[in-house]
């Protein structure tokens, strides 16, 4: 008794002075290769937390059939793609957990049993879910808005199937089944957290304390803009630069963005707030006094906007760059990266 006694008092001073790390989890839908947005939205925040939190990386292959189930070995494929780009920006599989959601059955079983655990009501409330069906429907070639009722757009689009519209109920279980305290997110999936911590609490409730409830961690950039002025990269609009794109790849994206739509020649004084091609310049271009240069001269109307894009294309090519080299490297080796 004495030496259980003494072993209990030496393991609790052992996890006083060193403390468990708490646990992260995130990660995307495999719907193919990633660009710009998903680096600022989330990869450069999961970069700096790899080191600090016990980290698990999900590539949510289940909840993908909701985009594609009638082309999985695109899913297939993108799993690969995605896995490509965690290593090529520095995602490190030796410190952290990558994790397949299909090889881990426990994730549709959780995803059942919390299914029964909320309202078909207070799902249909969730605005990220309600917008992703208006996308759809735009998709589809039927024009619509988040702040339409919900049947709206299951009624406009036969690609909102019951999979589609119970995967905030997936994420939950995604979330919940590893006990992550912290969700790193982009300011649209802020809903998801709070739908997860409302089930976790009833299920507490109910069954009791099983879960923690997580936190949001929100990345330095809510959402990028795509390269045509909408609000958001998005594959599915062809407004996006991908990680793995080359450098004529990108100067061509570069040099069709949307700029100022007021300004007619390069000697009209121009806008710079809520300009694209300056947001870029802002998160991409490290050369902070030649952006404050641009700057100057756009509104001043000394500078066109060529030659601002072309210095954007030496920034994010730059920028780009050493992705592009370590991508290289395990693209040699497929037999590694699966």
Not at 248 to 253: D, I, W
Not at 258 to 277: C, I, L, M, S
């Amino acid at each position: 008794r004495a030496i259980m006694d003494e072993s209990v008092s030496l393991q609790r001073e052992f996890w006083i002075m060193n403390p468990p790390k708490k646990r992260i989890l995130t990660g995307v839908r495999p719907t193919g290769p990633l660009h710009l947005g998903h680096y600022v939205g989330a990869l450069e925040n999961w970069l700096k937390l790899q080191r600090e939190y016990e980290c698990f990386f999900l590539i949510a292959d289940y909840q993908a059939l909701g985009d594609y189930v009638d082309d999985t070995q695109r899913i297939r494929n993108s799993v690969v793609e995605v896995a490509l780009d965690w290593l090529a920006v520095g995602l490190d599989p030796e410190e952290n957990s990558f994790v397949i959601q299909s090889y881990i059955p426990e994730h549709a079983e959780l995803t059942m049993l919390l299914s029964m655990l909320i309202s078909l009501n207070r799902l249909q409330r969730n605005p990220t879910l309600k917008k992703e069906m208006a996308d759809l429907g735009e998709v589809k070639g039927q024009k619509g808005n988040s702040s339409e009722p919900v049947t709206k757009f299951i009624e406009a689009s036969d690609k909102v199937t019951v999979g589609f519209f119970n995967y905030p109920v997936s994420q939950a279980a995604d979330i919940l089944l590893p006990q992550g305290n912290l969700v790193p997110v982009g300011e649209d999936q802020l809903p998801h957290i709070e739908l997860t911590r409302e089930i976790a609490s009833r299920f507490n409730r109910i069954y009791g304390h099983t879960f923690p409830l997580p936190e949001a961690l929100k990345g330095r950039v809510p959402r990028l803009v795509g390269t045509d002025g909408s609000e958001k990269m998005s594959k599915s609009r062809g407004n996006v630069i991908q990680l793995k794109d080359d450098s004529e790849t990108v100067r061509q994206a570069v040099m069709r963005m949307f700029t100022d739509p007021t300004r007619k020649t390069a000697t009209d004084p121009g806008h710079v707030e809520g300009n694209p091609v300056f947001e870029y310049h802002d998160l991409f271009n490290p050369n902070t006094a030649e952006v404050s240069e641009l700057k100057d001269r756009y509104v001043k109307g000394q500078v066109g906007d060529v030659e601002v894009k072309q210095k954007l294309v030496v920034a994010i090519n730059n920028f780009l760059n050493p992705i592009r080299e370590k991508r290289a490297y395990f693209e040699a080796r497929p037999n590694l990266v699966r």
